[in-house]
């Protein structure tokens, strides 16, 4: 089960916040619009989600910061970061990664 993660530079809100969920051959793309965003004890500014993803599915978040401010998403699946990617000042971000097959 993946978790997504998007960390910002400043500003209260993230806009335009969507991330897949799904199990099996069904994958759903949900749109939350605006999320507050949390701070963490280390500072950061923070939104996250845990939510199903079948293996082998595309896992996906995908957020834009309030204007001149970045973002970073992130997305972790079995503790391990399987990607990252920070975007420019005011821009949306994307993190877009096929889960990994389920170990045997």
């Known amino acids: 089960m993946p ?10 809100l993230l806009n335009n916040v969507e991330y897949n969920t799904g199990q099996g051959d069904t994958l759903t793309r949900v749109h939350k619009g605006t999320q507050p965003l949390k701070q963490s004890s280390d500072g ?20 834009t910061p309030q204007p001149g401010h970045t973002a970073t998403c992130r997305i972790i699946l079995g503790g391990k970061q399987i990607i990252s990617q920070k975007g420019e000042p005011g821009t949306r971000v994307t993190c877009t990664k096929t889960a990994p097959p389920m170990q045997k």
């Open 3 to 12: 978790t997504y993660i998007v960390t910002s530079n400043g500003g209260d």
């Open 44 to 63: 950061a500014k923070t939104w996250q989600t845990k939510v199903p993803v079948t293996a082998e599915r595309t896992a996906y978040v995908s957020a």
